[in-house]
T-cell receptor, first 113, second 113 residues
Framework: NAGVTQTPKFQVLKTGQSMTLQCAQD?????MSWYRQDPGMGLRLIHY???????DQGEVPNGYNVSRSTTEDFPLRLLSAAPSQTSVYFC????????????FGQGTRLTVV | AQSVTQLGSHVSVSEGALVLLRCNYS??????LFWYVQYPNQGLQLLLK??????LVKGINGFEAEFKKSETSFHLTKPSAHMRDAAEYFC???????????FGKGTMLLVSP
């Protein structure tokens, strides 16, 4: 079972470059989210989606863009990378709202120089 | 608005000793509460969750947590620590809306021989 797959696992960007972090799930989950993890900060929600065509902002959305054209995929786009976006990014999916378990990908470690 | 406070960024125990990781939450509605574990360079894995069925929740790897509404707490315990329990532990709360999670800042559990 693949679960939630994130690519790439590691990436180094120069300031100002753009890139897309990929996230795919094979569990037919409606809910998908992106979090960033920084030392001492826990995980913070960037954007989330409750179904194809529906997205909304989380706690720290600035500098990121998302879209959800299919149930399976939820890419995260960095429009113009900044050093403050150096972080580990996690994608998660869950079947429904509320009490449903969230399944996490292995993460993408991004460094912006 | 919901929030989570985890007391202690690091907790050190000896192998065989009791593990106690503290979590207090704030929520305007009856919450769903979760504990996740993160091993080095991996994604998050669900340990256990509280969904209002029973106040004492048993999870994987011998962990359990007790929901105490009067104290707004959901502390994680394990009677006897193993070396393999060394990891970072995150408490999270969901308000049952769109299934996005609000995480605490995490507690690193260190287990010494």
């Amino acid at each position: 079972n693949a679960g939630v797959t994130q690519t790439p696992k590691f990436q180094v960007l120069k300031t100002g470059q753009s890139m897309t972090l990929q996230c795919a799930q094979d569990m037919n989950h409606e809910y998908m989210s992106w979090y960033r993890q920084d030392p001492g900060m826990g995980l913070r929600l960037i954007h989330y989606s409750v179904g194809a065509g529906i997205t909304d902002q989380g706690e720290v959305p600035n500098g990121y863009n998302v879209s959800r054209s299919t149930t399976e995929d939820f890419p995260l786009r960095l429009l113009s990378a900044a050093p403050s976006q150096t972080s580990v990014y996690f994608c998660a999916s869950s079947a429904t709202g509320g009490a449903a378990e969230a399944f996490f990908g292995q993460g993408t470690r991004l460094t912006v120089v | 608005a919901q929030s989570v406070t985890q007391l202690g960024s690091h907790v050190s125990v000896s192998e065989g000793a009791l593990v106690l990781l503290r979590c207090n939450y704030s929520s305007s509605v009856p919450p769903y509460l979760f504990w996740y574990v993160q091993y080095p360079n991996q994604g998050l894995q669900l340990l256990l969750k509280y969904t209002s069925a029973a106040t004492l929740v048993k999870g994987i790897n011998g962990f359990e947590a007790e929901f105490k509404k009067s104290e707004t707490s959901f502390h994680l315990t394990k009677p006897s620590a193993h070396m393999r329990d060394a990891a970072e532990y995150f408490c999270a709360v969901s308000d049952g809306g769109y299934s996005t999670l609000t995480f605490g800042k995490g507690t690193m559990l260190l287990v010494s021989p």
